[in-house]
């Protein structure tokens, strides 16, 4: 997955387990794109300061994700979910039921991840 | 929803995030329902202090569900797939193909959440 991608992903699914101070920083620098040293004028620290911070949180955030996998599970049904979405698309313009058995099929598996 | 059912989901969705002490101390008493003083005895420490344990287990898991929402997110998922699931089944029986822009919606829906 492409960093940015993951990374909105992940601060998406744990962000709120960092800290205030931290999910701003984060936000200012990866989301907002400001520079370290914008961002270190503004919170009164050093460059170093927030470029540590922001390694830790990124460190954190993956830490949850190796913990959780909620972020996995979460791709893998909507993966799964735009299949079927695509599967009563092509059922509907074809007319081919069989394809009724098959979205059945994706259902029961979503529903035992 | 039960507290039974509440406790197992949370704990599913976040146990990792205790210790593997307070995994196992919450384990055997939600899970494996030993007593208190079972467990006491078994952990070198008090009653109470398994009992404090527990609590403190139990908030932090409900701490957790607070601030990142993904049990009910994941229970609104499993909902909507269940609703898509016996759509797909009363499609095949009847023939109502109509029932597949409702797939489709629910699907669309889904993917937003």
């Known amino acids: ?28 620098v990866v989301f907002q ?15 170093q300061g927030v470029h540590d911070m922001i390694r830790r949180c990124e460190k954190a955030l993956r830490g949850y994700e190796e913990k959780l996998g909620l972020v ?16 009563a698309g092509e059922c ?3 007319g081919d039921t069989e394809i009724l058995r098959q979205i059945e099929q994706i259902s029961e598996q979503i529903e035992a991840l």
Chains 1, 2 share one sequence.
Do not use: P
């Open 33 to 47: 794109d400001l520079s370290l040293t914008e961002v270190a004028e503004q919170e009164g620290i050093s460059r």
């Open 1 to 28: 997955m492409e960093e940015i991608i993951e990374n909105t992903l992940l601060y998406d699914f744990y962000g709120e387990l960092l800290t205030d101070h931290q999910k701003r920083i984060y936000e200012d």
């Open 72 to 87: 996995h599970k979460f791709q893998e049904t909507r993966e799964l979910v735009a299949e079927i979405h695509r599967l």
């Open 92 to 94: 509907r313009r074809t």
